[in-house]
């Protein structure tokens, strides 16, 4: 997105590509990451040239992967999500929040930086390239999540760690506003 070399299409479609190999829930991951590639072109921060290498990439990777299911298995991907034992609802819509044995403080920042980073997004969506790639890449698995997996809070383990890093980038520019007098006595409350 930043340099449009080659070499770093051909690295982020190969990753894309074994991390299919390691789990099958990345197949989600696949359309968010063709899609920001995709948008990435149409405002001429990506070149043709280097979708169609990041594509071919992660198809040259992840194919045999898929065709070797296809053929021992005789399906794609096994169903590993029991979708009718799903819970829709507020508390899981929250569950940051909700569920502090899992999430505690941190539940808190996450979900603060979710808000930040929608804000930050929509009022200047022209140069908002990093909040829109860690939106892109973890909110559409949240809307799946709570749609069809909400019983287990173990599957957000798959996108949690991009929300604490979109977490952290707002905590970090907090704290920059923050005169340096206070940091001390702000370091021994946190």
Known sequence: WKSNHIVDALLSGTLIGLGLWTKNAL???V???FAFLFWGW????ISLKALIVACLACGVVATPWYLRNLIEAHLLMPATAWTDQAAPNLSNLLVFLTHPENFGFTGWLILIGIVLALIQVVHSWRTTDRELLLLVFTL???AFWWILASYDRRFLLYFLPILVVLAAG???KI???IPTNYHRS???LL
């Open 175 to 177: 704290w920059g506003r």
């Open 170 to 172: 707002y905590g970090v």
């Open 140 to 142: 559409p698995y949240f």
């Open 186 to 188: 702000l370091g021994w």
């Open 42 to 45: 149409l405002r001429k921060r």
């Open 31 to 33: 359309t968010f990451w």
């Open 27 to 29: 197949l989600p991951a």
